[in-house]
């Protein structure tokens, strides 16, 4: 469908919201983003340039699932299937990201959002970043940027991912900052996969892409983004970064980052800026939902019948999942809780459910935790082992964090009380009430 084909499809169907009053970026259009999440909001006027900018498109599973035109259930298995099945997007000579090339670079013009009073600078947070090493080939992921410059930012990049390999390697590296994608593209960015795999071929697989060159850097790019910002990023040039908000709604810490220095603007005509809150649920979908296949193939593997998994909201969308199975040995529930944590290494709590719970509905997780769960016989307490940077209850500088399991299964045999919801009947409410 594209990213300029799903706004108008939005649109047609009254779901996005428009303000044609002047507004700011800085702090304002995400105040207005905040308060009407998980509602997509386009800006048609701001104050500081003259790009629009649009926010909260995909906040939730059925947002996602409705670009795709399948139910939310089918997600999993279809990100299972294109991270195994990629293809390579055909490449064009021309296309919309260099429907016009900038003769100077001035970030300023750009729509780049102040989000919180507290932050270090404007953020990109939207973006998705290519780079290349000479070895393994193209790399896309995420990393936000604060800019401090008229053509610099400092962009954070995390120990141990693949572009941080690259840089360390290389000294510096070509880069090029891709914003206002539809989430084939944006998904693709966020899964994990082995270093060499070029996430825009699990971007094609789940709905088919055009690339193009970029116009200044050796790098293969999505030909329908809004904006590109190509450039280098040294790792011996460093500049302070931060405080910025995580995805667990937290302020990160101020550091020294490596410098991405903007060589080339190009976009769209009548581009808009593709906003992302930090911390909000638009961030917390895109990060955590590529974590769900590889969560549902490792607990299959594990010899579970895994049905479905949410990398849910509550657990910052990264440092909890519940996960439904069905449940045929009295071993399944620590069984699974194995495999989730093999199957996203960053995640501290695990919760197993019945297929009878709803693992969308915090109440019927919670129902299940009080009525199927007992401490001393159905919680699994890991040895402290790395988790995630994002956690600020991690032990500072070693991510060293306690992972606990809560298989909240009912036994296969009950003894005593019954563990099953009572049916109530189903009658058609329009017969009672007008």
Not at 173 to 183: D, K, L, S, Y
Not at 284 to 308: A, Q, S
Request: with cysteine.
């Amino acid at each position: 469908m594209g990213f300029r084909e799903h706004l108008e499809n939005i649109d047609k169907q009254g779901i996005l919201k428009k303000v044609d009053v002047e507004v700011s970026k800085t702090l304002e259009i995400s105040g207005i983003l905040k308060g009407m999440e998980p509602t997509p909001v386009l800006f048609n006027k701001v104050k500081e340039s003259n790009f629009r900018v649009v926010g909260n498109l995909f906040c939730t599973k059925d947002a996602i699932s409705s670009y795709f035109g399948v139910n939310p259930a089918e997600l999993i298995p279809m990100l299972s299937r294109a991270i195994k099945e990629r293809s390579d997007p055909e490449i064009v000579s021309s296309a919309p990201c260099q429907e016009v090339v900038e003769t100077s670079v001035d970030l300023d013009t750009i729509p780049i959002l102040y989000h919180c009073e507290k932050d270090g600078g404007n953020y990109i947070s939207s973006a998705v970043v290519v780079t290349r090493d000479p070895d393994l080939g193209q790399n896309m992921d995420f990393h936000r940027a604060m800019q401090f410059s008229k053509e610099k930012f400092a962009t954070r990049i995390v120990a141990g991912r693949h572009f941080h390999q690259f840089l360390k390697k290389n000294g510096e590296v070509e880069v090029a900052f891709c914003i206002g994608n539809p989430p084939n593209i944006l998904i693709a960015g966020a899964t994990s996969v082995e270093a060499g795999v070029d996430e825009l071929t699990i971007a094609n697989a789940l709905e088919p892409i055009k690339t193009i060159k970029a116009k200044s850097v050796d790098l293969t790019i999505p030909a329908e983004a809004e904006f590109v910002l190509e450039g280098r990023v040294y790792i011996e040039e460093k500049h302070s970064e931060g405080p910025f908000v995580d995805l667990t709604e937290t302020y990160d810490v101020i550091r020294e980052e490596p410098v991405f220095e903007v060589k080339k603007v190009t976009h769209r005509k009548n581009a808009i800026w593709q906003a992302l809150l930090p911390g909000a649920l638009e961030h917390k979908i895109l990060m955590g939902m590529p974590r769900e296949p590889t969560i549902f193939t490792k607990v299959n593997e594990m010899g579970v019948k895994c049905l479905d998994v949410n990398v849910n909201p509550g657990g910052c969308s990264w440092l909890h999942a519940i996960v439904q199975i069905d449940k045929n040995s009295e071993e399944d529930g620590k069984k699974a809780i194995a495999g989730a944590f093999a199957g996203h290494g960053s995640c501290k709590h695990i919760f197993i459910v019945d297929k009878d719970i709803n693992i969308y509905d915090p109440l019927s997780v919670e129902w299940a935790m009080a009525t199927r769960f007992q401490g001393d016989t159905k919680m699994i307490v890991k040895d402290k082992e790395p988790g995630s940077s994002l956690d600020p209850s991690a032990e500072p500088g070693t991510k060293m964090t306690t992972k606990i399991g809560f298989d909240l299964t009912k036994p296969i045999v009950a003894k005593g009380k019954s563990y099953d919801l009572a049916e109530f009947p189903k009658v058609n409410l329009d017969k009672y009430f007008s």
